[in-house]
Structure formats: C-alpha cells, structure tokens
C-alpha cells in the first residue's frame, strides 16, 4: 500500500537522513539508506528493502518501483531534496536491512580481500565492484576503513556490497591470521621488501587473500607481518603511486583464477 509523505520534517523522512549521515546510528539500527533509479533495485537483489520513497518524476521513468517489496511512500521533491546525498538527486530512495557475513565461512581455497584503513569512500566502492566482478569470496574492512553502507561508498560500488560477503573486523592482524591458519595465503601490498607482481604466479590452491593499505600511509607493520607473503605492481618511475582502487584492482585481476 503507498502512502503520501508531504513534510521535509516527518518522523521517517528525519529517521533516514540519519541512516545516510552516521555510521554508528546504521550500525545501531541494521539498517542503511541508499538512492538511485539504478542502485535501489540492484541492491533489492541482495538485501531487504524495508521502506522506499520516490517522486512521481522517478515512478514515470521506473514504474516497476511500485513491485519492489516493503513500505511504499510517494514524496514531493522538496522531501527528496533533503534525502538526497547529493545536490541533483533520482528521485528514488530505499531503507534496506544491512546484511551481515560471519568469519565461520571463510574457508579454505577461498579467493579474499583485506582493506586496512581505506578511508575514501571512492577507493572502498571501487574494490568492493572489482571484488565482485572477479569472482572473489569476500571482503574484509578494518575499523578504519570508509562504511561500505555509506551513500558515497553504496553509489561506488554500484550494489556490490550486496553481491559479495562483507565482514567488519576490529583486528585486522588476527583476522588475517585465521585465514592462514586455514591455508590461505595473505599476500600484502607493499613497495619495500617485496615481489613484483610480474614474478608472483597466481598459483595458491589453499586461496589468497590481497591485502591493501591506504594510499597514504600503506599498511601497518602489524598487517603486514601477519601475512605470509609481500607483493608490489611493477611500474615506470614516472608516477609515485596508484591510489587503492586502481592497485587493489589490478591485484584482484591478477589473482582471479586462485583456488576453487
């Protein structure tokens, strides 16, 4: 059944622009907010939609809104306007329940990927698409990293959040020592005392992990020493870096076909 929602100040308008602006309020309430004409029902694929809102400018481009499940609200576009994340906005917006992954199904010959505080949003988005795209089992984000559920992060990713497991660690070191522990090679990315990628053949049957740090700082010493092996991308010394999108992305295509 659709309702009509007609103020910027109604209790569920309020009550999803805080699931956009904090990371601890979606946490508290399992729940995030995401918006796009593209991004809402790609994102219906993998998680439960719990509340959506679109304008009638959004329902003429995509009236199969109305089949998506959930609690349905038609909103003007000055109630739109204040949902949005950014200044030209969809018209479309949907309250999803955050899916959740546990450490008990990492497993052996399982293909990962290991961020260590990987704050820009962009670079987040971006591995978690390539993740998907190369067929990996997973992601895992320290407690530094930007929130995959996070609006800027949700629209990088264009729904893979939902596509691939995401597991949240508070000890990024000890995760990636489970993971050994199960055969897993973790492989971390780093310039100094390390492999070029060119002479690292993608050959671990007990499955890899890739492991990337922030473009900044790189990894910690913690993260590094818990992984059992230290690659880099080989390159030409006209630039200085890659950013972590565009190296963990080359990482995770070179490392595709491991384990199964």
């Known amino acids: 059944m659709e309702e009509t929602i007609t103020s910027r100040e109604n209790a569920k308008i309020k009550y999803a622009c805080r699931l956009s602006g904090s990371a601890a309020f979606r946490q508290a309430e399992n729940a995030f907010l995401a918006e796009g004409l593209k991004l809402c029902p790609a994102l ?20 199969e809104l109305q089949s998506l499940p959930g609690e349905h609200y038609r909103i003007p576009e000055h ?51 390539s993740a998907a795209a190369f067929g ?76 990337i740090g922030s473009e900044g700082q790189g990894l910690t010493e913690a993260a590094v020493a818990a992984c059992g092996k230290t690659v880099r991308i080989p390159m030409t010394d006209k630039v200085e870096s890659l950013n972590a999108g565009i190296a963990g992305s080359i990482l995770l295509w070179h490392f595709r076909g491991v384990g199964r």
């Open 44 to 63: 219906a694929k993998g998680a439960l939609i719990k509340v959506i809102f679109y304008t009638d400018r959004a329902l003429e481009k995509a009236p």
């Open 79 to 129: 109630v739109a306007e204040k949902l949005a994340d950014v200044g030209t906005n969809q018209g479309v917006f949907a309250i999803f329940e955050m899916p959740h992954a546990e450490e008990s199904t990492f497993r052996a010959g399982g293909r990962y990927l290991a961020l260590e505080a990987v704050q820009d949003p962009g670079n987040v988005g971006t591995l978690l698409r």
């Open 136 to 211: 990996f089992d997973g992601v895992i984000l320290d407690k530094a990293c930007a929130s995959p559920w996070a609006p800027k992060t949700l629209r990088a990713s264009m729904g893979a959040a939902v596509e691939v497991p995401v597991w949240e660690t508070e000890d990024l070191p000890a995760t990636l020592l489970r993971l050994g522990g199960l055969g897993v090679t973790c492989l971390a990315a780093a310039l100094y005392h390390s492999e070029p990628l060119d002479t690292a053949a993608p050959v671990y049957p007990g499955g890899v992990c890739v492991v």
